[in-house]
């Protein structure tokens, strides 16, 4: 069974930055795509981002531009670097990972944008 541990999650201020990291318990390589998705209270489950195994990138529209998803293969992490954040309802954050027609979940980070 694959695990998927995020972190980086806290409370950060509107307009402000915050780095998740998601550390995978084999090598990243062995998936054909990692991403990203938050959800919050009473609400859908969204995607965030993608990244495939030869490091192509997708961006949910609300992300584009602000948040930037990335990999250190070395580390079998995946990172999404969050910027200029929103004042919102706190979501979790949920790195996820496939391969072929199976689909992996970690346990979520907090992230809570605040003043």
């Known amino acids: 069974q694959v695990q998927l541990v995020e972190s980086g999650g806290g409370l950060v201020q509107p307009g402000g930055s915050l780095t998740l990291s998601c550390a995978a318990s084999e090598n990243i390589f062995n998936f054909n795509d990692m991403g990203w998705y938050r959800q919050a209270p009473g609400k859908e489950r969204e995607l965030v981002a993608t990244?495939?195994?030869?490091?192509?990138?997708a961006y949910a529209d609300f992300a584009k531009g602000r948040f930037t998803i990335s990999r250190d293969n070395a580390k079998n992490t995946v990172y999404l670097q969050m910027g200029s954040l929103k004042p919102e309802a706190p979501a979790v954050y949920l790195c996820?990972?496939?391969?072929?027609?199976?689909?992996?979940w970690g346990q979520g980070t907090q992230v809570t944008v605040s003043s």
């Open positions: 996820t990972a496939r391969i072929l027609s199976r689909t992996y």
């Open positions: 990244i495939n195994v030869g490091g192509i990138t």
